[in-house]
């Protein structure tokens, strides 16, 4: 079966300190990946899709990149965080054309 | 592009009656329409989704509609119990995209 993991899920960092969250999928291949950010209460923001290996698609410009090195692998980054950069962020995987599986979540918190 | 709005932002329902969340798309191409649960601190997890060539489909208490037409679509919670708080996310999504268009969330609380 297919799963899909994301870590870490708690991290605090300073202002100006790099980032790397890091989502592998497991049990297909080939998969369209995502990242979303969630601030506190609020919805689902796509930051990063990736339909394939070195194909990354922006929605929102921001200091935040998304790299894919291997198949089911997707990478977030930042060179330098700021403190807007705190939330929820979401790795996510479709199944399909259909269902949207998440990874378990990385709490963010830039102090 | 696509859009999709979500009403209302916040819903308090009694335990036992019914909650009613609703979402209307823009893109009459869109034609799959998924109800995401999350609970607090955890992931979005589908509780039932619905194609455009279906105008209701019902999973236990749950069950949710569409209406083509009106480019519609709403969740029905039936009997609520404390276990179903949570924020409610609906979406939109066409053949053609390669994401889902996410309503911006309604937060249910059910009152014991």
């Known amino acids: 079966s297919q799963t899909i993991h994301q870590w870490p899920a708690t991290l605090v960092q300073p202002v100006g300190s790099p980032l790397s969250l890091e989502c592998t999928v497991e049990?297909?291949?080939?998969?369209?990946l995502y990242w979303y950010r969630q601030a506190a209460g609020r919805g689902l923001q796509l930051l990063f899709y990736s339909v394939g290996i070195g194909q990354i698609s922006s929605e929102v410009p921001q200091n935040l990149s998304a790299s894919r090195p291997q198949d089911r692998q997707f990478i977030l980054s930042s060179k330098k965080l700021l403190l807007s950069d705190s939330g929820f962020y979401l790795c996510a995987w479709f199944r399909g054309d259909t269902e949207a599986f998440f990874g378990q979540g990385t709490r963010l918190t830039v102090v | 592009g696509e859009n999709v709005e979500q009403h209302p932002s916040t819903l308090s329902v009694q335990e036992g009656d019914s909650a009613v969340i609703k979402c209307t798309y823009s893109?009459?191409?869109?034609?799959?329409f998924p109800w995401y649960k999350q609970e607090l601190g955890k992931r979005p997890q589908l509780i039932i989704d619905i194609r455009s060539n279906v105008g209701e489909k019902k999973d236990q208490r749950i069950a949710v509609t569409l209406n083509k037409t009106a480019k519609h679509f709403s969740l029905h919670i039936t009997e609520t119990q404390p276990e179903d708080s949570a924020v409610y996310f609906c979406a939109a999504k066409g053949w053609s995209n390669y994401q889902l268009i996410w309503g911006a969330g309604t937060k249910l609380i059910i009152k014991p």
């Open positions: 049990g297909t291949s080939n998969p369209n």
């Open positions: 893109d009459s191409a869109s034609n799959y």
